[in-house]
């Protein structure tokens, strides 16, 4: 299986964005960790927030193309 980073830039990749409810269902528990080494060592540029949904909050990561 391929490691953390490489499943969350796919996911990153493919929909635009990774939330961390997501991130946690996946078995991923260092998201920002890993969005600071796709920041700094692969370049991806990457914007933050929280965001309200119908059962309180979730942390997005969206990916600026």
């Given at each position: 299986?391929?490691?953390?980073?490489?499943f969350?830039?796919?996911?990153?990749?493919?929909?635009?964005?990774?939330?961390?409810?997501?991130?946690?269902?996946?078995?991923?528990?260092?998201?920002?960790?890993?969005?600071?080494?796709?920041?700094?060592?692969?370049?991806?540029?990457?914007t933050?927030?929280?965001?309200?949904?119908?059962?309180g909050?979730?942390?997005?990561?969206?990916?600026?193309?």
């Amino acid at each position: 299986m391929k490691n953390q980073i490489e499943f969350v830039e796919k996911q990153l990749n493919e929909t635009g964005e990774v939330t961390r409810n997501w991130a946690v269902s996946n078995y991923i528990t260092r998201l920002a960790a890993i969005m600071h080494t796709l920041k700094s060592e692969r370049g991806y540029v990457i914007t933050s927030k929280y965001v309200k949904t119908k059962n309180g909050k979730d942390f997005v990561y969206k990916l600026i193309v």
